[in-house]
């Protein structure tokens, strides 16, 4: 079978991550007396028309208590979403194991129904699935790898077809090109910080230096005694900056004599004598 693209569906995977806290809502869910009056068991729904059933009255009662579980918990449309695919999903995953899974769409549009008359006008949104049988495999396979990745300890190894181990091999080899282009990508930018602050601590290192020095020698100048060694040497040293300006202002006019032309230099003289 090709490799599943829906693997590579983000918005797919963003309700698969949370898949595992909606399981738990449903795993520890305990139905009323009202709720389980909706789950006679071992009956069929009337209005459904099939031999499909839950297997017993606790898994029934469980996904109606689920209901207005989420329906308190998830206060948004887009937040419901989530937990509305996860319904879906449970009964799909219910009815596999009767093989009946393509009734899937019948038995949660019944379940959407009752639950509709006693909880919020949020699970109006929840009506719109219809999913084909593909897409719950494909989401089914997208799940088992989750937790696969994840080490969860509910990993349902009933996935254990041809195109799990292929879509496996494509996922891993995904997540592994964006992990190292990540670390790469941490990587240049925390140097490229780190240079960034070394080059600025440098820069105000060799400005405080050169300021401390320049401070030292005007203090030193000024409160040494004349006669004092440090205070000749000093006078040296601005001396020869003196004298050095003064050979440079010598060298710049002999250069711009050394510019001017022979005749204007002859005509110089000439009109000087």
């Keep these: ?3 599943v693209d829906v693997i590579l569906n983000c918005v797919i995977y963003e309700f698969v991550k949370n898949f595992s806290t909606y399981k738990e809502h449903i795993d520890y869910a305990f139905g009323s007396i009202e709720e389980k009056q909706l789950c006679p068991s071992n009956s069929l729904y009337s209005s459904l028309q099939t031999n499909v059933t839950y297997n017993d009255m606790e898994s029934c009662s469980k996904c109606f208590s689920y209901i207005p579980y989420v329906d308190l918990r998830y ?3 887009e937040k419901i979403k989530g937990p509305c695919l996860f319904l879906y999903y449970w009964i799909y ?3 596999k194991k009767q093989s009946k899974e393509d009734k899937t769409k019948q038995l949660y549009d019944i ?3 009752k639950a509709l008359k006693t909880d919020g006008p949020l699970w109006d949104t929840c009506k719109k699935y219809n999913l084909n049988n593909d897409y719950m495999k494909n989401l089914d396979i997208t799940y ?8 969860k300890e509910d990993l349902d190894l009933t996935c254990e077809e041809p195109q799990f181990y292929e879509s496996l091999k494509n996922i891993t080899k995904i997540c ?10 941490n990587i240049e930018c925390d140097k490229n910080a780190i240079c960034q602050n070394n080059i600025s ?3 105000v290192i060799t400005v405080v230096t050169m300021l401390i020095i320049f401070t030292l020698f005007v203090i030193l100048y000024k409160f040494l005694p004349y006669n004092s060694w440090i205070h000749r040497r000093i006078k040296e040293k601005i001396n020869k900056w003196k004298n050095m300006d003064e050979e440079f202002n010598m060298f710049q006019s002999s250069e711009s004599y050394n510019s001017i032309s022979s005749d204007k230099i002859y005509n110089v003289l000439y009109q000087y004598d």
Excluded: A, G, W
């Excluded at 790898?145 to 080490?151: D, E, H, I, Q, S």
């Design 1 to 3: 079978m090709e490799h």
């Design 75 to 77: 206060k948004t449309v």
């Design 93 to 95: 995953k219910h009815l």
């Design 111 to 113: 379940t959407i129904e």
């Design 144 to 151: 088992c790898l989750y937790k696969l990745v994840n080490n």
């Design 176 to 185: 592994d090109q964006d992990v190292r282009t990540e670390s790469l990508n």
């Design 201 to 203: 601590f440098f820069i």
